[in-house]
């Protein structure tokens, strides 16, 4: 048995760079070819990769173009390049992010809207929670089945009760500023 652990660990270090190869190349593929990117693999370097289980985390270099246009004596990016001659508008790409994180923000929102309510229906009475670390530890996993710590701008969520029978739960939105008119919320009545 000593003889086979002792193979083992002379042939880890020359068996693990190969391994590393092949994964990366399949990171190069899979952002190559990501929603047709249509992107070389000159264009993409794979600088790091941590696997974790069936899951993976690469950080990872893509050389692309960008069209830039001055306004107001700024260089501003007005295109971005995706692929061999595909380009998007970068405005595009904006309201399709900004879409995509409001309608996920609004689904978190109701989430910690339905766990705060159940929560009130079960101890007859809104949670007293000193900040919204402590309310996520009152609410996960019975009332909420997973830490929703962060809006999907990484904006840390907000928590307040505004009464005894009247509590919001509320992101700060685009900008971050808590009390703006892009924030979303979410009131919980009792």
Known sequence: MRRHALWLV??????LPGCGKAVNRQ??????????????QDEIEVISTQELGDHAVAQVKIKTAVKLTKQNGQWVIDEIRIGDRRWEKADHIRAIL???RTQTTRKQLQLLKDGVQLWAERHGSLPQAADFGALMA??????VPEVLAT??????????????NTA???SPGPDGLPGTPDDLSERVEK
């Open 10 to 15: 002379i042939l880890l270090p020359v068996l």
């Open 27 to 40: 990171i190069q593929n899979s952002v190559a070819h990501f929603d047709n990117l249509d992107l070389s």
């Open 98 to 100: 900004r879409s995509e």
């Open 138 to 143: 009152m609410l996960t996993p019975g009332y």
């Open 151 to 164: 809006d999907a701008w990484s904006h840390p969520y907000i928590y307040r009760r505004l009464s005894p």
């Open 168 to 170: 919001e739960v509320r």
